[in-house]
C-alpha cells in the first residue's frame, strides 16, 4: 500500500522560507510523477508544482521563480522549496505521486503566511 507522508509547514512572515518533503512508503512503480498541490479554505486544489521521474518540471505561474521542485529517484521523496513567501500562498499543500493513471495523496501539510 502506498503512502505518502508531508513535514515542513508552518507558519511565517512574508518574504520568509520553508522547505516541504514529502515521503514515499510501499511498492512505488520507477516510473512517476510527483509534485505538490495546495487548497485554500473556500478554494479548489491547485497545481503548484510537479516533476516526472525523468527531472522534468512544471510550475504554476503564481510560484514560478519562487518555488522549486526537486525530487530523489532512490528514495521516491520530492521537495519543495518556497521562498519569498506572500499571504497568498497560505494553503493546505499536499503530495501527488501519479503512476500511470491512479494518484496517490499525502494528508497535508498546512503553510501560512503572514503580512
Known amino acids: 500500500q502506498v503512502q505518502l507522508v508531508e513535514s515542513g509547514g508552518g507558519l511565517v512572515q512574508a518574504g520568509e522560507s520553508l522547505r516541504l518533503s514529502c515521503a514515499t512508503s510501499?511498492?512505488?512503480?520507477?516510473?512517476?510523477?510527483m509534485g505538490w498541490y495546495r487548497q485554500a479554505p473556500g478554494k479548489q486544489r491547485e497545481l503548484v508544482a510537479t516533476?516526472?521521474?525523468?527531472?522534468?518540471?512544471n510550475y504554476a505561474d503564481s510560484v514560478k521563480g519562487r518555488f522549486t521542485i526537486s525530487r530523489d529517484n532512490a528514495k521516491n521523496a520530492v521537495y519543495l522549496q518556497m521562498n519569498s513567501l506572500k499571504p497568498e500562498d497560505t494553503a493546505g499543500y499536499y503530495c501527488?505521486?501519479?503512476?500511470?493513471?491512479?494518484?496517490?495523496w499525502g494528508q497535508g501539510t498546512q503553510v501560512t503566511v503572514s503580512s
Open positions: 501527488l505521486l501519479r503512476v500511470g493513471l491512479q494518484d496517490y
Open positions: 516533476i516526472t521521474s525523468g527531472l522534468t518540471t
Open positions: 510501499g511498492s512505488i512503480f520507477i516510473i512517476n510523477t
